[in-house]
């Protein structure tokens, strides 16, 4: 499956004989998708409004392309203004669909590994459930102090209304240009917002696409030890620097392998690298037992325990590998005019009421 998800990915960067095999699908798939835009837009299916904002994170294409680390620096963003966010996401992945709120005893398994990784990195409350809708309403009952929200994806979940699209892009920008499955496209790249306002921004430093937007840059500045990344340290320059001798092994279940070991070859690191299919469980540790040094990504640690490690692995160490990720200014000030046009939906908080991910 892995194998073929490759080659459709490598077909869909252009016009080639597979990607035209599957231009009568796409075409079909892109009729579906507009006819359910005009069900929405003239009031055939209905849409609910939470109580405050709500900010969407998604993407045109298939595949992943920056949104976590864009929530992530959305929710930074909006705490240094003084707001207080919420997370809501899909859990892709995770065993059941109702709706269910984050906690630190939490199992990838139970809420997904991305919902995960968002509450410990956020900060901030964050709940998941296919019906995004639903989860929104669960989590501002559960935390009625919140102002708005951030949705990680559901870009084209439009029966929850959103007040802010954020759209993301990496460096494949819209592909060859077909939908799905001749192409990377969910939906045309110039599709009419459903908010009020429309933001997009470049996750890969670069602008791919005709459209105008904010660029971020991001790269990998260190490593941290998994036992120590659970307990909330930070990752370290030097840490990184003595791996540069001992040829490691990379490895990255993520939607896009070959962008993290991109990233950690442009930070000088000589590796071998492991890619494995998006959200891997890690149910059997991929990697031999003969691996003196192993480099994860966040997303792929959150399914780590370290106990575990040292049973099934004791001669190896594993180094967890953050995402610095830094939109450039000009996003922010587009995301601030944005709220200063919603502030009348901006509830103040109930008194004395605070909350923390302890």
């Known amino acids: 499956m892995a194998g073929f998800e490759a080659t459709l990915t490598l077909a869909w960067l252009q016009r080639g004989p597979l990607a035209c095999a599957l231009w009568p699908l796409g075409r079909l798939y892109a009729g579906v998708t507009a006819l359910r835009r005009v069900a929405y837009r003239r009031g055939w299916l209905a849409t ?6 709500v900010i969407v994170v998604g993407n045109r294409v298939a595949g992943g392309a920056g949104k976590t680390p864009t929530v992530l620096a959305i929710v930074d963003h909006l705490r240094a203004r003084g707001r207080r966010p919420g997370i809501v996401s899909r859990g892709h992945g995770r065993k059941g669909r109702e709706p269910t709120v984050v906690e630190a005893s939490s199992h990838a398994g139970a809420v997904g590994d991305e919902p995960l990784l968002l509450y410990r990195r956020a900060g901030v409350p964050v709940v998941v459930g296919a019906d995004r809708a639903r989860a929104a309403a669960l989590l501002l009952d559960a935390h009625p102090e919140l102002d708005c929200l951030v949705a990680d994806d559901g870009l084209q979940h439009l029966r929850w ?38 933001l997009h921004l470049y996750t890969d430093g670069v602008r791919s696409t005709r459209i105008a937007g904010a660029i971020a840059r991001r790269r990998i500045g260190g490593v941290v030890d998994l036992a120590a990344w659970w307990q909330g340290e930070p990752a370290s320059a030097a840490a990184l620097s003595a791996l540069q001798d001992r040829a490691p092994l990379a490895c990255a279940g993520i939607a896009q392998p070959q ?6 070859a ?41 106990q575990r490690l040292a049973r099934e692995r004791p001669a190896t160490r ?41």
């Not at 609910?48 to 904002?53: F, H």
């Not at 007040?163 to 499955?181: C, I, K, Q």
């Not at 001749?182 to 459903?194: H, K, S, T, V, W």
């Not at 502030?343 to 008194?351: E, G, T, V, W």
């Open 48 to 53: 609910v409004t939470s109580a405050v904002p």
């Open 259 to 264: 962008r993290f070991f991109a990233m950690l």
């Open 318 to 358: 594993v180094w967890v590998a953050p995402l610095d990720f830094e939109p450039e200014p000009a996003f922010g000030a587009l995301l601030d005019a944005a709220l200063a046009d919603l502030a009348p939906r901006l509830r103040n908080p109930p008194a004395k009421t605070r909350w923390t991910a302890d």
């Open 266 to 306: 442009a930070a000088g690191l000589h590796f071998e690298a492991l890619p494995l299919p998006d959200h891997a469980a890690f149910e059997t540790l991929p990697w031999p037992a003969s691996a003196t040094d192993v480099v994860v990504t966040e997303k792929d640690a959150v399914k780590l325990d370290a």
């Open 161 to 198: 209304a959103r007040d802010v699209e954020v759209v993301v892009f990496d460096a494949r920008g819209a592909g060859n240009g077909w939908p799905l499955p001749a192409g990377p496209l969910r939906e045309p790249i110039d599709a009419a917002p459903r908010g009020r306002h429309l």
